[in-house]
T-cell receptor, first 110, second 113 residues
Framework: GQQLNQSPQSMFIQEGEDVSMNCTSS?????WLWYKQDPGEGPVLLIA?????ELTSNGRLTAQFGITRKDSFLNISASIPSDVGIYFC??????????FGPGTRLSVLP | EAQVTQNPRYLITVTGKKLTVTCSQN?????MSWYRQDPGLGLRQIYY???????DKGDVPEGYKVSRKEKRNFPLILESPSPNQTSLYFC????????????FGPGTRLTVT
């Protein structure tokens, strides 16, 4: 099946730094979801986006639904050690199944 | 608490021994799905169900069966497990078919020897 592209694949940052990652597709989506997954655990939904241009925050996390509807961005401000994990995006067209990105692995150095 | 539950969380079995992984959601969601996650391959959909008694194949259905007799439950059945089915499995649910936020269960780590 189709997969989304995520970048970067991995990143190492210092505690306190801001983080940006993105997700792109060749297809238009109606919904973008962002998840965080800890090793061996289930993905936890962070933010859901339903409208092109939409900007939504959840604490230190902010995500945007790209204007072209082919991309989405996730920013984490003032990173902390518990932000460590894999972040991945999912896109959906109405009536169809979700398509997932391969994930961005985030490491936070103290 | 609204959640998706899976059991067991960990399972080690031998080739050919039938097994079932249960999945249940308490959110009255219409849509449920099973995924497997393997290193380098990401999440791949095995089967999904749009409502009771309605199931369909995902991207990697070979070697798996599902049933949806009740809205809340969506078990995954491996009739004759093989080592290539060793993986991390996730059940997920969405309020409405084709739209809405998808919530995942905690995962089942399956090892087939």
């Amino acid at each position: 099946g189709q997969q989304l592209n995520q970048s970067p694949q991995s990143m190492f940052i210092q505690e306190g730094e801001d983080v940006s990652m993105n997700c792109t597709s060749s297809s238009i989506f109606n919904t973008w979801l962002w998840y965080k997954q800890d090793p061996g655990e289930g993905p936890v939904l962070l933010i859901a986006l339903y409208k092109a241009g939409e900007l939504t925050s959840n604490g230190r996390l902010t995500a945007q639904f790209g204007i072209t509807r082919k991309d989405s961005f996730l920013n984490i401000s003032a990173s902390i050690p518990s932000d460590v994990g894999i972040y991945f995006c999912a896109g959906q067209i109405y009536g169809q199944n979700f398509v997932f990105g391969p994930g961005t692995r985030l490491s936070v150095l103290p | 608490e609204a959640q998706v539950t899976q059991n067991p969380r960990y399972l080690i079995t031998v080739t050919g021994k039938k097994l079932t992984v249960t999945c249940s959601q308490n959110m009255n969601h219409e849509y449920m799905s099973w995924y497997r996650q393997d290193p380098g391959l990401g999440l791949r959909q095995i089967y999904y169900s749009m409502n009771v008694e309605v199931t369909d194949k995902g991207d990697v259905p070979e070697g798996y069966k599902v049933s949806r007799k009740e809205k809340r439950n969506f078990p995954l059945i491996l009739e004759s497990p093989s080592p290539n089915q060793t993986s991390l499995y996730f059940c997920a649910s969405t309020p409405w078919t084709g739209f809405g936020e998808q919530y995942f269960g905690p995962g089942t780590r399956l090892t087939v020897t």
